[in-house]
């Protein structure tokens, strides 16, 4: 048996001259069973199986990294968050909202890439810190001048020969322009104070006033943004969108938009000198730089593990009105497509499914249909997990999920023995098959044991005794018991026989009601009517005539038709004592 982290593969049918054979099965939520067999020629030139090989294909397998869980699950509260403020979102304060929640995911996002270098860091096993890494695909460059001219400060208290030159670049980096968020100054004012700035830079070079620190000198080059001095440097950056930061920030830190993407073009044709080809995430980069939305997502779905992050950007640039929606194929639009793979992807944890119903809720198209089907996948392990999932099939009114889940849960119980359990789950299912026969078994269990369990239960189903005539007859039987311990006899006597006389009761039960009927029977004062107890004769005849004749008896056999006899005889001679009271009885108040 070998687990295989991969997409599922499809059901293949090898040709004519294939020697293999491969058939996909699904195998729990998430995961696909793959056989292979090959077969072999025996002597005879027969073709025989040999011994397969059988494979457990898991796909979405980042669910189950621990990390990035957290990641889908404070996403998910973004996630719906925003869903509830489209309604809200309106005017100025719609940018302001969807600003917001693009900084609250790259918030989540920030927290779990620091989590994973945390992880890669500490990881004794190397493969493991190549796998954490290998998941981090995003990096914040920044220009940190500060920083630098803390080093420089430093560097001049250990050579005093440099101490003036460092002291001129300090200068330069801290008289750079910057635009920061809360200054007034406009773009224009900024390019004629970094214009004057740069010539003040480019002066000291032909001044050659770093002239005798070559180190110093390339710091100042770096500044100005010369190309050729930021790639001496290329070991210090790790990829050519690094590169493009720096050599913008330090050449035309006001670049407009639009032309973006040329500069990203140019950094990386520069920076990777056609030593090697663009990876995917360049491509990526590459098609944000030229704002084309719809080439970033299919990038990133062919790219990325999982369906996380295109889901999430679509569905905020849908909420932005950014992306213009067409219809796939089968119906749906880009947004909802992506977050039903999504969902779909969560609903093999066997946690996260819960996340994943959120998302088939906001997907208006498919996303029920999709719902109903994945969650009659889901294990029921538990009782507690049953009731998860059987509570968010009745807030969504999914009557026929309800009824199954209900039915499977009554089946375990009935197999545990469990029949209060069982009884309760077949009304909730309102499933009347399943109640009759749960009902047989209480039934069943009383004949063995002369006593109801679960009579909390039966003694308040209320109208839901209606379901099946066999629940109705149990909830009555018991009824018929609850009047009897009142010592509530005539009462009890009334609805004894109209359980017979209205064909409620099974007749292999009429026996145990003729039978309990004996002590009514017996009292010291007529309960039964002369009218009655003709009809209780009679059911007693109509059961002794249609006892079934069996072939040759056995020893037991014998012992209870013994048994079945006494009591017939028994009960004729308790019924003919009591139609003679009853019928004095009735005759002296007649004549009275």
């Given amino acids: 048996m070998e687990e295989l982290d991969c997409e599922p593969a499809v059901t293949w049918i090898p040709g004519v001259n294939s020697k293999k054979k491969q058939m996909c099965f699904d195998w729990g939520p998430g995961e696909m069973l793959l056989c292979e067999t090959s077969f072999n020629k025996t002597d005879k030139s027969e073709k025989v199986p040999s011994c397969p090989f059988i494979y457990i294909i898991r796909k979405d397998v980042d669910v189950y990294s621990q990390i990035l869980r957290k990641l889908f699950n404070e996403s998910h509260g973004i996630f719906v968050g925003l869903q509830r403020l489209e309604e809200e979102l309106s005017g100025k304060s719609r940018k302001a909202q969807l600003v917001r929640v693009s900084k609250n995911y790259r918030s989540v996002i920030r927290a779990c890439m620091e989590e994973m270098h945390q992880v890669a860091i500490a990881a004794k096993d190397p493969a493991s810190g190549r796998q954490f890494s290998s998941q981090v695909t995003v990096l914040v460059l920044q220009g940190r001048l500060d920083e630098a001219r803390q080093m420089l400060s430093k560097e001049a208290d250990a050579s005093p020969s440099s101490a003036g030159m460092c002291r001129v670049l300090g200068d330069l980096m801290r008289t750079m322009p910057i635009l920061s968020p809360g200054n007034t100054q406009t773009l224009t004012e900024l390019e004629l104070k970094w214009q004057h700035w740069r010539e003040e830079c480019e002066r000291h070079l032909q001044d050659n006033t770093f002239a005798a620190n070559p180190h110093l000198e390339s710091l100042c080059k770096i500044m100005l943004g010369d190309e050729a001095t930021l790639l001496e440097q290329k070991e210090l950056m790790s990829n050519w969108y690094h590169f493009l930061v720096t050599r913008l920030l330090y050449s035309n830190p006001t670049v407009k938009p639009t032309d973006l993407h040329l500069y990203a073009q140019s950094s990386l044709d520069m920076f990777l000198g056609g030593e090697s080809s663009p990876e995917p995430l360049d491509n990526i980069l590459m098609a944000a730089f030229e704002f084309d939305i719809h080439q970033v997502i299919k990038e990133c779905s062919i790219a990325l593990s999982n369906w996380w992050f ?23 639009n880009m947004r909802e497509f992506l977050l039903l793979e ?82 309760s789950w077949s009304i909730r299912a309102k499933d009347a098959a399943f109640a009759t026969l749960v009902s047989d078994r209480f039934l069943r269990d009383y004949c063995e044991r002369g006593c109801f ?6 003694d308040n189903l209320g109208p839901a005794m209606m379901l099946s005539d066999r629940l109705t007859f149990l909830g009555k039987y018991r009824e018929f018991h609850r009047l009897y311990g009142e010592k509530r006899f005539g009462d009890a006597a009334s609805l004894l026989l109209s359980l017979m006389t209205s064909q409620i009761a099974p007749r292999s039960f009429w026996m145990t009601l003729l039978t309990d009927a004996l002590p009514l029977l017996e009292q010291k004062q007529v309960i039964f009517s002369a009218e009655q107890t003709y009809e209780l004769m009679r059911c007693l005849e109509d059961l002794a005539s249609r006892r079934p004749e069996c072939g040759e008896p056995d020893a037991q056999r ?35």
């Fill in 310 to 332: 295109v889901a999430h950007l679509t569905d905020l640039l849908d909420h932005c009105r950014l992306l213009q929606s067409h219809n796939l194929y089968f119906g749906s």
């Fill in 342 to 423: 999504y969902a779909s992807g969560l609903f093999a944890h066997h946690s996260l499914w819960q996340l994943g119903v959120d998302y088939f809720d906001y997907c208006p198209e498919l996303g029920r249909v999709s719902l109903e089907l994945h969650i009659e996948r889901i294990p029921l392990n538990t009782e507690q997990k049953a009731l998860k999932v059987l509570r968010i099939c009745e807030q969504r009114q999914m009557t026929e999920q309800v009824g199954s889940i209900c039915k499977i849960l009554a089946m375990k119980a009935v197999r545990n023995n469990r029949l209060g359990s069982a009884l």
């Fill in 453 to 458: 369990s679960d009579l909390d239960l039966i």
């Fill in 558 to 592: 014998l012992q209870d038709d013994d048994i079945e006899t006494t009591k017939v005889e028994m009960l004729r001679l308790a019924l003919a004592r009591n139609l003679a009271r009853a019928i004095i009885r009735e005759g002296s108040l007649e004549g009275s």
